[in-house]
Structure formats: structure tokens, C-alpha cells
């Protein structure tokens, strides 16, 4: 019997967009990547003064071969899900929505 593991996905939340609701959100994370069927490998948290959010963002996603981050809305994204779609499906909360990367094609190169 062959077994198949998870896909994997990161949790990832601005702490001062969460503010004070910021353990509910990773509470609401965790459980929307258990219902889709996620391992959630961590949890990544970071605020306003974080230089290059979303460049570290990538890299995690990279170093942990992730499928999907999933965050509590688009505002945690500093309006760079295009970017980050290039890399992983992106999956928000609230509303409960996939950007998915094949709904994203890459640009061929002409040849």
C-alpha cells in the first residue's frame, strides 16, 4: 500500500494587522488547513517594521517545498498575491478563497 503525505502550507500573519484578535487567526489558519488538508509546518508571524516581508515570505516557502500559505485576508499580503502565486496557492480565511498557481499561467518565452 503506497501512502501519500499532506501537501504542506505556512500559516502567515501580520501582527499589527491581527492586532489583538492575532491568536484567533492562527486558531482560524490552523483549523482551515486541517479541514482542506494541510500540514501547517509553522506558523509565521511578522509586523510593519519587518524589512522585506514578502521576499522572506518566499524563501520560507521555498526552504519548506510549501504548497499554499494560508492567511487570515489579502491584507496581510501587502497587495503582493500575484507575486506570491508565482510561488504557492495562497488561501485566505476571510472570505474563504484559493488563488491557485495554475489559475496564474506563466508567460512563455517566445522561441
Not at 4 to 33: H, K
Not at 50 to 66: G, S
Amino acid at each position: 500500500m503506497v501512502t501519500t503525505a499532506n501537501p504542506t502550507a505556512l500559516g502567515y500573519v501580520r501582527s499589527d494587522i491581527s492586532g489583538p484578535q492575532q491568536a484567533w487567526d492562527e486558531t482560524q489558519i490552523r483549523s482551515l488547513a486541517k479541514r482542506l488538508g494541510y500540514d501547517l509546518v509553522t506558523m509565521i508571524a511578522f509586523d510593519a517594521d519587518t524589512d522585506y516581508r514578502i521576499d522572506q515570505l518566499e524563501t520560507a516557502v521555498k526552504i519548506n517545498d510549501a504548497e499554499a500559505v494560508i492567511t487570515p485576508s489579502l491584507d496581510h499580503l501587502d497587495d503582493s498575491v500575484d507575486l506570491l502565486v508565482k510561488s504557492c496557492d495562497v488561501i485566505t480565511v476571510r472570505p474563504e478563497n484559493t488563488y491557485a498557481r495554475w489559475a496564474f499561467p506563466k508567460a512563455q518565452a517566445d522561441g
